[in-house]
């Protein structure tokens, strides 16, 4: 069957009607060669909702979506010929577009499971000379969340790996290196960090760690480094999704927040002082508390209504004169409930990290002394007798 396709940017142009025209040769020649498919890519760009300019409504975009409109299902007859489209921005489609007539369905393409992800795994390992230690059953039971492009990349940075050392075949070493550069970033080990810092950044990701470990919902941990990653981070901590999960408690959602918090609070039990290094962990803190009072009903205080703003729509037309739909009352107490999520949680993550304050001297022992501890290395500081309270603290 002859199969048409376009990208949607290719409809607009600067000059008026150049696009409504390349819609009607389009479908000229799919009228001549039906049955065909025809199949739209990123069709968003030219199909957006009508009416959100600040200008006039006598848009070229908005010519071009009409002439689609009337070619798929108007007054002609289109028979035989099959419509396909993709995008990632179905929010911001015009309605006439996704009646039925159009387009009948919406298909919505997940992130796969763990069946899906092997395999993926499997089509992308079709080329690539693997050892008998890479275990591809094994790699896709530890990328919940990973799309199919996200896999393709961490094979293929394995085998970048493999042959940066000048070697035929991919190990599992190279997965677990790629791994950690796909979920966090490359590793700038030219960096020079002063010994004062590196101290900080051990106690600050050994923080993470322990929460991650003692929370029963949010681990566990797969690697934690103290080599530094992207523009401003010292370290990270990594942890190992082990299934796939369709919803988030809030009690999941709590123990989130306590996790990012994990950082600052080791930083000033050890050290009586905190560092700009845990910013970003209080933005994702943050977020996370307001989504659960606004969007998620999670909150006693306010109650089950949403008062989430709608941050997704991008029309300057439609939210030029936009005004919240609650009072300036309400958004206090919308305030004051997220921060009380907050100073709760930061409490019980502060109680916890006390209790494990000698393996959280252990852990950034071991950091300064190897820069990166695999989950079997941090797990084992748990089983160790005898506290190190009095080991490396106090400011540098």
Do not use: W
């Given at each position: 069957m002859p199969f048409f396709s376009i990208s949607g940017s290719d409809f607009v142009e600067?000059?008026?009607?150049?696009?409504?025209?390349r819609v009607r040769d389009l479908f000229a020649d799919a009228k001549k060669n039906a049955p065909c498919i025809v199949f739209i890519d990123e069709i968003d760009a030219v199909a957006r909702k009508r009416g959100t300019g600040m200008g006039g409504g006598h848009d070229e975009r908005e010519q071009t979506l009409n002439q689609l409109l009337v070619e798929m299902d108007g007054f002609g007859v289109n028979e035989g010929i099959i419509v396909l489209a993709a995008t990632n921005r179905v929010d911001i489609l015009d309605p006439a577009i996704l009646r039925p007539g159009r387009f009948d369905r919406?298909?919505?393409?997940?992130?796969?499971?763990?069946?899906?992800?092997?395999?993926?795994?499997?089509?992308?390992?079709?080329n690539k000379p693997l050892a008998e230690d890479v275990d591809l059953k094994q790699i896709a039971q530890t990328t919940a969340g990973f799309t199919g492009a996200d896999l393709e990349n961490l094979l293929n940075e394995a085998a970048i790996v493999a042959a940066r050392a000048d070697r035929k075949f991919i190990i599992a070493e190279d997965v677990k290196r790629s791994f950690i550069k796909v979920g966090i970033g490359s590793e700038k080990h030219s960096r020079i960090v002063s010994d004062k810092e590196k101290k900080i950044t051990a106690?600050?990701?050994?923080?993470?760690?322990?929460?991650f470990h003692v929370l029963p919902d949010v681990g566990p941990v797969y690697t934690v480094s103290i080599i530094p990653t992207g523009v401003s981070a010292g370290g990270y901590t990594m942890p190992l999704p082990e299934k796939d999960e369709m919803y988030l408690t809030k009690g999941k959602m709590k123990q989130d927040i306590m996790v990012s918090l994990g950082g600052r609070i080791a930083e000033e039990?050890?050290?009586?002082?905190?560092?700009?290094?845990?910013?970003?962990?209080i933005k994702k803190a943050t977020g996370a508390a307001r989504r659960m009072v606004t969007r998620y009903g999670m909150s006693s205080t306010i109650g089950t209504v949403n008062y989430e703003e709608d941050s997704d729509e991008v029309f300057i037309g439609r939210d030029f004169a936009h005004t919240k739909s609650y009072s300036e009352k309400k958004s206090g107490e919308i305030d004051e409930e997220v921060k009380k999520i907050i100073d709760e949680c930061y409490a019980e993550a502060k109680r916890l990290i006390l209790e494990n304050k000698d393996v959280l001297h252990r852990c950034a022992s071991l950091l300064l002394e190897k820069e990166r501890i695999t989950r079997e290395e941090f797990e084992n500081l748990f089983k160790v007798t005898g506290d190190l309270s009095n080991v490396g603290i106090g400011l540098i």
């Amino acid at each position: 069957m002859p199969f048409f396709s376009i990208s949607g940017s290719d409809f607009v142009e600067m000059f008026v009607g150049v696009g409504a025209s390349r819609v009607r040769d389009l479908f000229a020649d799919a009228k001549k060669n039906a049955p065909c498919i025809v199949f739209i890519d990123e069709i968003d760009a030219v199909a957006r909702k009508r009416g959100t300019g600040m200008g006039g409504g006598h848009d070229e975009r908005e010519q071009t979506l009409n002439q689609l409109l009337v070619e798929m299902d108007g007054f002609g007859v289109n028979e035989g010929i099959i419509v396909l489209a993709a995008t990632n921005r179905v929010d911001i489609l015009d309605p006439a577009i996704l009646r039925p007539g159009r387009f009948d369905r919406k298909i919505t393409v997940s992130p796969p499971d763990v069946g899906g992800r092997e395999d993926i795994l499997k089509v992308h390992a079709k080329n690539k000379p693997l050892a008998e230690d890479v275990d591809l059953k094994q790699i896709a039971q530890t990328t919940a969340g990973f799309t199919g492009a996200d896999l393709e990349n961490l094979l293929n940075e394995a085998a970048i790996v493999a042959a940066r050392a000048d070697r035929k075949f991919i190990i599992a070493e190279d997965v677990k290196r790629s791994f950690i550069k796909v979920g966090i970033g490359s590793e700038k080990h030219s960096r020079i960090v002063s010994d004062k810092e590196k101290k900080i950044t051990a106690y600050h990701e050994a923080g993470h760690a322990i929460l991650f470990h003692v929370l029963p919902d949010v681990g566990p941990v797969y690697t934690v480094s103290i080599i530094p990653t992207g523009v401003s981070a010292g370290g990270y901590t990594m942890p190992l999704p082990e299934k796939d999960e369709m919803y988030l408690t809030k009690g999941k959602m709590k123990q989130d927040i306590m996790v990012s918090l994990g950082g600052r609070i080791a930083e000033e039990i050890i050290f009586d002082d905190i560092t700009t290094g845990a910013s970003s962990d209080i933005k994702k803190a943050t977020g996370a508390a307001r989504r659960m009072v606004t969007r998620y009903g999670m909150s006693s205080t306010i109650g089950t209504v949403n008062y989430e703003e709608d941050s997704d729509e991008v029309f300057i037309g439609r939210d030029f004169a936009h005004t919240k739909s609650y009072s300036e009352k309400k958004s206090g107490e919308i305030d004051e409930e997220v921060k009380k999520i907050i100073d709760e949680c930061y409490a019980e993550a502060k109680r916890l990290i006390l209790e494990n304050k000698d393996v959280l001297h252990r852990c950034a022992s071991l950091l300064l002394e190897k820069e990166r501890i695999t989950r079997e290395e941090f797990e084992n500081l748990f089983k160790v007798t005898g506290d190190l309270s009095n080991v490396g603290i106090g400011l540098i």
